[in-house]
């Protein structure tokens, strides 16, 4: 209470008018309060000023007159900085159970007067430099007015001691004397209210990270070095209890602001200052929104433009805008960037669900088939093109089915090896077996005299081996592969919104073209040989079958590329599946389908003196 009453009557004093044979006890006269707290901030102002006259008014040579001239705009900001200190105690949302403190020190226009000032702060004495005369300094900042000539002279000597400084909302002022006092808040007072709170939301910062706000009954002594607090200090952006935005970044604080000020001059040396309403061209940009310079206008005058995809602006007036990590995406309103769902093509799904469904029940039924060809292996439908090559294919076509099972699931790198390999040789021993079985067709049907060579091949078995050769060559082209760029676990973030999708990587697209394209060739053959034998004299028509298949194959797998690299993520290997399981079932439906059909349904036709008279009669045609 003691600063409030002080200044009152001081207000209202008029200049004095001294006359010292010395004036050094008058620089004495220095002013110095201090209220105690958990935190204190040190403050530097110049109350008031002495002007010398010398010779005047036929005074005694030697004498010299002098006058203090009070300045009263800085009586205000004084006030403004003890307002601020009290009004911030009051407050139970910001340092909450800490108490603020303030030093105020007064000081003369001189530059030994504000360094002696400076070394009562800092050391408790002004004699001797780096000489404490306290154990303990609880002083966090120092406020040092708005007068750059304070700062330029007080600052080194704060530096060198790494003390926070150059902190660069109407309060009432009506209990102070009118005829003494401007009742509006200025400029200067309203910055050093605005650089307590500033210091004061530092403190609150610093304390949370560093856990040492304490509850009401551990309160005691906060002593930490001053430098801790410049990190916070200087990225340090609140709001006031007037409800403006403060921001101490400059880095982010870059567009000019303004106050045009009207003076209303009046009769008698009265005069008032008006301020406009509207500092700046454009309202504020809110969060979401970035700034756009307007041509041709000054430097306020903006445009405010959403955030692209994927960017935020989480502040008021960004220049521009941040965009998200890699494994965030923003938000709807583009203020936050919020953490990606890690997916993948699981069972759970219900795309997975329905591929790995169809995969199982597939594999069921080729099983199926391949029972039901054992149990009737002695009739003719079965015998006829080779027994041994239709287990096989029924074979390398439960396979294909279970192998589409690797592409479903969490990957790791052992699937995404298998993935491919399996995929590939499982699908060679199809697509050869299908090219064998076309063969032992062609063949069958060349042999019309005993002892040719082309019995020879058929009876010694020579179709069959084109499925170990053709399997060796693509064992061969995936080792190759597997050894110089083999699949591993990547990840997809851009496919889907707000999600991050692990899939297997081919590694070497090559070497997957290589493989697809090896099969593709088989698959060719296989409908070129078939195509041609599709008119031979077959007692079940097999080639035109072989023929069908090998179409459907081709068909699928030439659809598969085109869509398979216009796709991402979880689609992308849903595409794979597909082409896997649509591309067996091809194969399984065109070959084996027509055969089922005659052993389940017409099984007076699968007997031998019938098909003897169908062979008999095709070969009739034939000729």
């Known amino acids: 209470m003691f600063p409030v009453i002080f200044v009152l009557l001081v207000l209202q004093l008029p200049p004095f008018v001294y006359n010292f044979t010395n004036e050094a006890c008058l620089s004495r006269r220095g002013t110095s309060v201090r209220r105690d707290g958990d935190v204190v901030i040190g403050g530097f102002f110049s109350l008031y000023y002495i002007m010398y006259y010398t010779a005047v008014l036929d005074l005694q040579p030697g004498k010299d007159v002098f006058t203090i001239q009070y300045m009263l705009n800085t009586y205000q900001s004084f006030l403004a900085f003890i307002f601020a200190i009290e009004e911030i105690n009051k407050n139970p ?26 070394l009562i702060l800092l050391m408790g004495q002004g004699e001797f430099p780096n000489y404490t005369c306290r154990r303990d300094s609880k002083c966090a900042a120092v406020l040092t007015g708005t007068a750059w000539a304070t700062s330029a002279h007080i600052g080194p000597l704060l530096e060198l001691y790494k003390f926070p400084q150059n902190c660069a909302p109407n309060i009432s002022l009506a209990w102070l004397p009118v005829n003494r006092f401007d009742m ?67 880095k982010r604080k870059r567009d000019m602001q303004y106050d045009i000020i009207n003076f209303w001059n009046f009769p008698e040396g009265l005069r008032r200052k008006v301020k406009s309403p509207h500092s700046m061209c454009s309202e504020s940009c809110r969060p979401g929104f970035r700034k756009t310079p307007q041509e041709g206008k000054p430097a306020c005058c903006f445009d405010c433009t959403p955030c692209s995809e994927n960017e935020i602006a989480n502040d008021t007036d960004m220049e521009t805008c941040v965009k998200c990590p890699s494994h965030q995406y923003a938000n709807t309103q583009r203020t936050h960037c919020l953490q990606k769902t890690v997916t993948f093509l699981a069972y759970e799904d219900p795309l997975g669900k329905v591929l790995a469904g169809s995969a199982l029940s597939l594999t069921v039924l080729t099983a199926a088939v391949l029972g039901l060809f054992v149990k009737h292996r002695d009739t003719p439908i079965v015998k006829a093109n080779n027994r041994g090559l239709s287990y096989t294919l029924l074979g390398a076509l439960t396979f294909c089915f279970l192998c589409s099972l690797l592409f479903i699931g969490r990957p790791n790198t052992a699937t995404c090896v298998l993935q491919q390999t399996t995929f590939g040789v499982g699908f060679t021993v199809a697509v050869s077996t299908v090219l064998a079985k076309t063969l032992t067709v062609v063949l069958a049907f060349k042999v019309t005299a005993p002892g040719r060579r082309v019995r020879q091949l058929l009876l010694s ?60 060739s088989l698959a060719l053959g296989s409908f070129t040989v078939a195509f041609l034998a599709r008119n031979l004299p077959d007692a079940f028509n097999e080639a035109k079958f072989l023929t069908f298949s090998t179409v459907v194959f081709c068909s699928v797998w030439l659809t598969f590329l085109p869509v398979y690299h216009s796709t991402k993520g979880k689609l992308m290997v849903a595409m794979e599946v597909f082409s896997i399981l649509a591309s067996s079932a091809g194969l399984l439906g065109c070959i084996f389908v027509p055969k089922c059909y005659v052993i389940l349904l017409r099984p007076e036709r699968n007997s031998l003196p019938k098909f003897r008279d169908k062979t008999r009669s095709g070969r009739e045609k034939s000729s």
């Not at 110089?484 to 073209?513: R, Y």
Request: aromatic share 12%; hydrophobic share 40%.
């Open 461 to 520: 078995g020579a179709p069959n081996s084109i499925i170990p050769i053709c399997c060796l060559l693509q064992i061969t082209l995936c080792g190759i592969w597997m050894g110089t760029n083999p699949p591993f676990i990547d990840t997809d973030t851009q496919s889907e919104h707000g999600h991050i999708i692990i899939v297997c990587n081919k590694g070497s697209l090559a070497a997957f073209h290589c493989v697809l394209g090896y099969l593709g």
């Open 93 to 118: 949302h910001l340092l909450p159970n800490i108490s603020l403190g303030y030093e105020f020190h007064n000081f003369l226009y001189s530059h030994w007067k504000m360094l002696e000032s400076s």
């Open 184 to 250: 509006a808040l200025s400029d200067r007072s309203y910055n050093i209210y605005n650089a307590v709170y500033a210091v004061a939301h530092a403190l609150h910062e610093m304390f949370l990270q560093q856990g040492q706000i304490p509850p009401m009954e551990q309160r005691g002594e906060m002593v930490f070095p001053p430098w801790q607090l410049h990190p916070f200090l200087k990225n340090t952006r609140f709001r006031n209890p007037a409800g403006d935005q403060l921001n101490l970044d400059d």
